[in-house]
């Protein structure tokens, strides 16, 4: 089914571990999102690839690193995981970056740091 | 003042009724008017969108905007138990990256 595919969907870290979440699209979208969700927060944007080759930080980005691996892929690093890394965090992607298009949203990686 | 607000809820509205969302936003340049819904437990997923002020209509879903106000409103009609969910507001700027979401509001239909 055409979609975007997240892995892994739970996992469980101690303190200063690592860890990369996976992200694919197979429906030739242009960009790509790492959110954040928390309680009471909203969804959060880490960061965002318009296109191939190019990525950029939102709004919480400090404790992540992104790579985006080719049109496909899209991956989200925790070098150094903490409590706080804590939450739900989704990829998601869209024909067009500054486009009016809505998103399309991954199943989720749900995350815990203890 | 938050960006994108909405009322947290519960909204409980009973079974065949219609259940009013609103949502109001900060941005003047804000282009695009987007609702998702996220059952619990489960990912955002795009129900409407609009950009023009008025109402927009898709199936049991009508999307109202109304820019001068700052608001955009959801109206399910007929609500179902199936219509339980948070609905997530969402607001972009054009030309830009800048998209922010409400905390949602959560909807109960009750049977």
């Known amino acids: 089914n055409a979609g975007v595919t997240q892995t892994p969907k739970f996992q469980v870290l101690k303190t200063g571990q690592s860890m990369t979440l996976q992200c694919a699209q197979d429906m030739n979208h242009n960009s790509m999102y790492w959110y954040r969700q928390d309680p009471g927060m909203g969804l959060r944007l880490i960061y965002y690839?318009?296109?191939?080759?190019?990525?950029d930080k939102g709004e919480v980005p400090n404790g992540y690193n992104v790579s985006r691996l080719n049109k496909r892929e899209f991956s989200l690093r925790l070098e150094s995981a903490a409590p706080s890394q804590t939450s739900v965090y989704f990829c998601a992607s869209s024909e067009a970056h500054t486009e009016n298009y809505g998103y399309t949203f991954g199943s989720g990686t749900r995350l815990t740091v203890v | 003042q938050k960006e994108v607000e909405q009322n947290s809820g519960p909204l409980s509205v009973p079974e065949g009724a219609i259940a009013s969302l609103n949502c109001t936003y900060s941005d003047r340049g804000s282009q695009s008017f987007f609702w998702y819904r996220q059952y619990s437990g489960k990912s955002p997923e795009l129900i409407m969108s609009i950009y023009s002020n008025g109402d927009k209509e898709d199936g049991r879903f009508t999307a109202q905007l109304n820019k001068a106000s700052q608001y955009v409103s959801l109206l399910i009609r007929d609500s179902q138990p199936s219509d339980s969910a948070t609905y997530l507001c969402a607001v972009k700027t054009s030309g830009t990256y800048k998209y922010i979401f409400g905390t949602g509001t959560r909807l109960k239909v009750l049977a």
């Open positions: 690839s318009a296109s191939e080759g190019t990525t």
